[in-house]
């Protein structure tokens, strides 16, 4: 036993430095995020069992890539390793004190479930073999990977790098990679403590529904207002992997928002219900400005099945008398005036369902030009690699291309430069695409640009500081430079005024909008090499931050408004054919139907949990059909978690006959876990399903 425990206290270890020696290089805050992550490690140490709900509460808000300019990790990396840390290294310390026995029974369930540890082995080494596919199909090799390092440069061309690239399989596999590390620690949790450990991860899922409905309300309430449904701004919250695109918010919300009415279903009285009726009112309105179709449907379908399966398993709601009867009507006319509100009149959504048959003939020849980039029996068995859809589609689809590259390298003089490209082709999508900085907004006068640039023929580049959180433009200063030659000389400094609106304070929400600058190359099949470039306040302050990319892309954000389909196949069933071939299908597709079988067996036993995770699972279903999140690590992670934590469901416990159906819907659920006065006594027994 000693031997595991020390491979668990050498992985802690790792995982501490790791974090650590990512944490001191944050571009931020790298003291105070140390001190949050030691914070994160001492709670998982103290109480594995909590970790779940630890990660799934600050998933939402662990990621600041706007301003750090980190791609390949995030803060919330750095979380999941601090967490990793932390339990491992108990489990370790455990071993050696000699107190490692009060865990046993839960390393003999891991031993006897093998159907979970096989299938967990089976996704693992599908997921290595899709690593070396994706890396060889990018062109990695040993000598490439020692040249990289050699020069020095390897680490920021890593942390800065693109989609195309080949450090893309790594920032996607990542997930999978965290999933397996975890699992360990959630099977070393003692048995009496697993179902607490399940109530925690949906604890931890509804505070982070929590959070985005705060940031939902706060983004709208600056940019088009709380109440606004007519305009076209689709709510993106902080899931800035929507900077190319894709559905980050709505699987989240998937996978959430069920919660919220599952906790209102459940909830007794007082506080707690009201927490939960307002948490189901917000969820309903970060779900609808979204304005997708897809989570709609699937929001609907999710919580039609857990009406279903609650009445089909007897989950009773709590009882609250008449004043609950009243209080819940008041609820549901909430939610539908909401509903009608935003759906109903002249409001944005009206049109988007207009255009849903046209939407879906687009979708599907974008489905099809994807199913084409499977060419070989290869392809189809074992895909084209992780990570590298993007590249293949942009490459190999008429009209598929990208509308924009940035991408960071050093010239002949050691110095750091950008090349920034527009679309190779497409005109129409030359304004989709840019380099973008975070930036203070001045509220009067102009601002004026320094730059110092190359390009090999007269490229037209665009210069602009808009009011802007991540997908639209609102406000802006711009100015189109259009040389009438090819710009040779790199120590020049070109100085360009920007002109366009002021951005006085028209009230005090319009006041706290985020500033953006952007460079946008405009010419098709040209790209400018950016060598310094500088941005001047309107008291002529300089305000950007990396100015000579000495440092990478640190602080600058690559971002595209439009063109997504390079980057996304918009089908999670398909984006794992198409990657992962139908090898990788079908592993996942066998842990998927497996979760579902521990879910019906929890379902079959009357276990509220099990209710709530076939909320999500369902929801996530459905909206799959429309969404692929295998590119999204932090949604993927979440999409995994809840899946390992249906394996709590193996062990169901067996309520004596006498427990009232609200004892076990409720106490089960919303108690400290302390026997309620209301409960006969007794412990409850647990025996193997």
Partial sequence: MARPRSGALILGALAALTCLGLAVQHPLAPALLVGALCLCMGAAAWRPWTVGGLLAMLLPVASLAPSTGWWLIDEFDLLVLAVLAGAHA???????????????????????DRVWVGLLVALGASALL??????????????????????????????????????NPLRVSKSLLWALLLYPVLRRVPVERQREMARFTLAGLLCGLAWVCVLVLWERGRYVGVLNFSDSYRTVANFWEMHVGGGAIDAHLAMAVPLAFWA?????????????????????????????????????????????????????????????????RVLVFALLAEAVWVLGGHSFMTGRLAQSETDLVDRVAHWQSGLGLLRTPA???????????????????????????????????????????????????????????????????????????????????LFSVCERHLLYDFRCQWKHVRPEAAVTDATQWHDIPLSGQVFSD??????????????????????????????????????????????????????????????????????????????GWLVLGLLAAWAWRCVAQGLKAGDPLALALAGSLSA????????????????????????????????????????????????????????SRAQPPGPLQEKEV
């Fill in 264 to 328: 209102v279903w459940l909830a007794p009285g007082g506080w707690r219900w009201a927490c939960a009726a307002v948490l189901a009112v917000l969820g309903t309105y970060a779900v609808l400005t979204t304005y997708s179709r897809g989570l709609y449907l699937a929001v609907t379908v999710s919580l039609m099945v857990m009406a279903i399966v609650a009445r089909r398993c007897q989950i009773q709601p709590a009882s609250g008398g008449r004043r609950r009867g009243w209080a819940l």
């Fill in 379 to 461: 392809d189809w068995v074992l895909g084209l690699g992780a990570g590298r859809l993007p590249a293949h589609y942009s490459a190999r689809v008429p009209d598929g291309e990208f509308p924009g590259q940035a991408r960071w390298r050093r010239d002949a003089a050691g110095a750091g430069q950008v090349v920034l490209s527009g679309p190779p082709t497409r005109q129409e999508a030359a304004y989709d695409f840019g380099l973008t900085q975070r930036i203070p907004l001045a509220p009067q006068g102009h601002y004026r640009v320094r730059v110092r640039y190359e390009t090999d023929a007269p490229v037209v580049v």
């Fill in 130 to 167: 899709s690593l070396f596919i994706g890396l060889r199909d990018a062109g990695v090799s040993a000598r490439a990977v020692a040249a990289g390092w050699a020069s020095g440069d390897g680490w920021l061309r890593a942390l800065h790098a693109d989609y195309a690239s080949a450090f």
């Fill in 620 to 675: 996530m279903g459905v909206l799959g059909l429309v969404i692929s999140v295998t590119e999204l690590p932090r949604i993927a992670f979440m999409l995994l978690l809840i899946l390992l934590t249906t394996s709590h469901f193996r062990r169901i416990p067996q309520y004596s006959r006498y427990v009232t159906e609200r004892q076990k819907g409720v106490s089960a659920v919303f108690s400290d876990g302390r026997p």
């Fill in 506 to 583: 028209a009230s005090r929400a319009v006041s706290w909008r985020d500033g953006m600058f952007a460079l946008t190359v405009l010419s098709t099949g040209h790209a400018a090499r950016i060598h310094a470039v500088e941005l001047l306040d309107p008291q002529g302050v300089q305000i950007l931050k990396n100015t000579d990319f000495s440092a990478g892309l640190r602080y600058w954000f690559p971002a595209a408004q439009s063109s997504f389909k390079p980057w996304h196949m918009d089908n999670l069933y398909l984006e794992i054919l198409i990657e992962r071939g139908l090898l």
């Fill in 90 to 112: 108990r489990s370790g310390f455990e071993a050696f004190s000699g107190r490692a026995a009060s865990s046993s029974s839960s390393e003999t369930q891991v031993q006897a």
